[in-house]
């Protein structure tokens, strides 16, 4: 069953903490509540947007229309081998919850995501991806039911075409579907065999220092998650206690000609050669080079330790952030010549 409400105030439901508006808002809790919610006479010209944890969205003004917040609970094994497993969460299940539970039963495949805000319904449309692993790394399938005729239909990972920060969703079918769950397969460390064969991802960021910062010499998956989850809060700013939605920006892709230009002029340039010969930038420098690290705008900022993490002091506007981010990205092109597009849901 699923109530609507009017004139909502969505500020408990973005992790910005911006105070818009929803003309209408429900939360579902079963894919059949979803069917009945569109089928509403009164609901039928409403514009729609759904919602997850709120973690990688700015919203600029009230929102006129539908707002639903995807709830629906619940996580299952659909399938056992004898080294792997398939494992369906639905949409509503909180991520870092679906971490631990792997974890807890020793299965390999998501640790170095812990940690990351939001919930299973919206990580498949940016692709979430932190410490060298993606979610298209373990991915196996997902249910999404489409928005104008109500029907379930499965996506494969070839369906989703999964890129950096982006999939599909959030492309060509952008605001066409309603993720409603989502499958992946993990590896079965308990067994010696599968262990002996697993690739700990341990050589990015400081995981391997942390590690040893740690004492954790016997390397497992809890370790790896415990060492994540220890970068993560010393680094990113909680939005419990500072809004933000984690990195603004995407990192740009340049060409490996623009690059050499760059490099020639800015010879500490940090980069990442990319398969294709093109060559990713990290925006957080970019931003720091332009003089916006900490720099204080009214009631927004970009942060004192995370350049690429605009925040809400406390009263800004929806407005207020997205002109800031317009202002950063303007410098940066009018300094390095690179468009840094925004990784965040602009609504
Ligand atoms: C402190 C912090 C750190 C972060 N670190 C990372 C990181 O390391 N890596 C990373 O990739 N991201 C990171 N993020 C971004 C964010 O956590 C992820 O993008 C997350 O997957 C968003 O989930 P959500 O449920 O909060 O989505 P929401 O913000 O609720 O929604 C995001 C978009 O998805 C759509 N959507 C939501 N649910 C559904 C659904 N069920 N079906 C269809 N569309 C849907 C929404 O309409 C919206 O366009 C971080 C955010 C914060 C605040």
Not at 117 to 145: M, T
Not at 150 to 169: I, P, T
Not at 204 to 211: M, N, P, R, S, V
Request: hydrophobic letters at 40%; one cysteine or more; aromatic letters at 10%.
């Amino acid at each position: 069953m699923y109530t609507i409400e009017q004139n909502k105030s969505l500020k408990p439901y973005n992790t910005f903490g911006i105070d818009a508006a929803a003309k209408y808002y429900s939360e579902i809790r079963a894919v059949e509540d979803f069917r009945e919610l569109i089928a509403e006479k009164k609901l039928s010209g409403e514009k729609k947007l759904i919602l997850g944890g709120g973690s990688n969205i700015l919203f600029t003004k009230n929102y006129d229309g539908l707002v639903i917040r995807n709830c629906i609970p619940g996580i299952e094994v659909v399938s056992e081998a004898e080294h792997a497993v398939i494992v369906k969460a639905n949409a509503g299940v909180v991520w870092h919850q679906l971490v631990l539970w792997a974890i807890e039963r020793n299965y390999g495949g998501i640790e170095n995501l812990s940690l990351i805000p939001g919930y299973c319904g919206a990580a498949p449309l940016q692709n979430i991806g932190a410490y060298g692993v993606e979610i298209k790394d373990v991915f196996y399938e997902l249910e999404a039911v489409n928005m104008h005729t109500g029907e379930l239909e499965k996506f494969s990972l070839a369906d989703c075409q999964f890129g950096y920060r982006e999939s599909v969703f959030k492309g060509k079918l952008k605001g066409q579907f309603l993720i409603t769950s989502l499958s992946l397969r993990f590896i079965k460390l308990n067994s010696p065999h599968a262990f002996s064969q697993y690739r700990f991802r341990t050589e990015y960021g400081d995981i391997k220092e942390t590690l040893g910062q740690m004492q954790a010499y016997d390397l497992s998956i809890k370790a790896v998650s415990d060492a994540v989850i220890k970068i993560r809060s010393s680094k990113l700013p909680d939005p419990q206690k500072i809004g933000n939605a984690g990195s603004f920006f995407k990192n740009p892709v340049i060409s490996k000609a623009q690059f050499d230009a760059l490099v020639a002029q800015y010879p500490v340039m940090p980069s990442y050669l990319q398969k294709d010969g093109s060559v990713k930038v990290p925006a957080g420098w970019l931003i720091e080079q332009c003089g916006w690290k900490g720099k204080v705008v009214g009631n927004t900022g970009s942060h004192a330790t995370q350049a690429l993490v605009l925040v809400n002091y406390g009263k800004a506007t929806g407005n207020e952030v997205w002109q800031l981010a317009l202002d950063i990205q303007q410098s940066v092109k009018e300094k390095f010549g690179i468009e840094i597009s925004a990784e965040v849901n602009v609504i």
